[in-house]
């Protein structure tokens, strides 16, 4: 059974940083690409980073230049470091681990968890 756990959330004013961690067990992480997600109530799930099984990084254009997306094979561990905070980062973020096009929201290997609150204010 796929368990993915984020966290790492919180509240920071604009310009800060969070940096949010997501362990993963029950698949063979190390040849998965993992990626992180955020919603924001009564919008689409959208891709925030996405890094694949050999290490090349993927980034949504709002957050590109910003965050930083890496992983750790070892601890089945990915990691997204925020920088230059926004108000409209603000959302729950989530991993998961995408299959087939990893560069989008068609198709992942696990369910959603409950993710991890940021709260960005100005």
């Known amino acids: 059974q796929v368990q993915l756990v984020e966290s790492g959330g919180g509240s920071v004013e604009a310009g800060g940083s969070l940096t949010l961690t997501c362990v993963a067990s029950g698949i063979p992480f190390s040849v998965h690409a993992m990626g992180w997600y955020r919603q924001v109530p009564g919008r689409q799930r959208e891709l925030v980073a996405v890094?694949?099984?050999?290490?090349?990084?993927h980034y949504g254009e709002p957050v590109q230049g910003r965050f930083t997306i890496s992983r750790d094979n070892a601890k089945s561990t990915v990691t997204l470091e925020m920088n230059s905070l926004k108000p409209e980062d603000t959302a729950i973020y989530y991993c998961?681990?995408?299959?087939?096009?990893?560069?989008?929201?068609?198709?992942?290997?696990?369910?959603w968890g409950q993710g991890t609150q940021v709260t960005v204010s100005s």
């Open positions: 890094i694949a099984s050999e290490g090349r990084a």
């Open positions: 998961n681990a995408p299959r087939g096009r990893i560069k989008t929201l068609e198709n992942f290997v696990g369910g």
